[in-house]
């Protein structure tokens, strides 16, 4: 019983394994390009220590698009937020 190993298993048909690595590719792929989009709109800080985040190219479409679709369920969510406080003013 000492030198048994333990094994975790999970059994996927061959078409559901493909969707979820074509999933995380996609995942994957919109990650480094938010990565890129984010470090483009980078610059030196006034003490030339450290990067500095310049907001004003981050404000195009493509970064939100991004967003939308490495992770819908919390951008619906934060926008339906956004609505709920936009009706109550």
Do not use: C, H, W
């Not at 333990?6 to 061959?14: G, P």
């Not at 990067?51 to 404000?59: A, E, F, H, P």
């Amino acid at each position: 019983m000492g030198n048994e190993k333990i094994e975790n298993r999970v059994i996927l048909s061959l078409d559901d394994y493909l969707k979820l690595r074509d999933k995380q590719y996609e995942t994957n792929k919109n990650i480094e390009e938010l990565l890129n989009v984010i470090y483009t709109a980078t610059e030196l800080n006034r003490d030339k220590t450290d990067l500095k985040i310049d907001g004003y190219y981050l404000k195009g479409e493509r970064i939100k698009l991004l967003i939308k679709e490495i992770d819908p369920e919390r951008y619906q969510k934060r926008l339906d937020i956004l609505k709920l406080e936009e009706d109550e003013e």
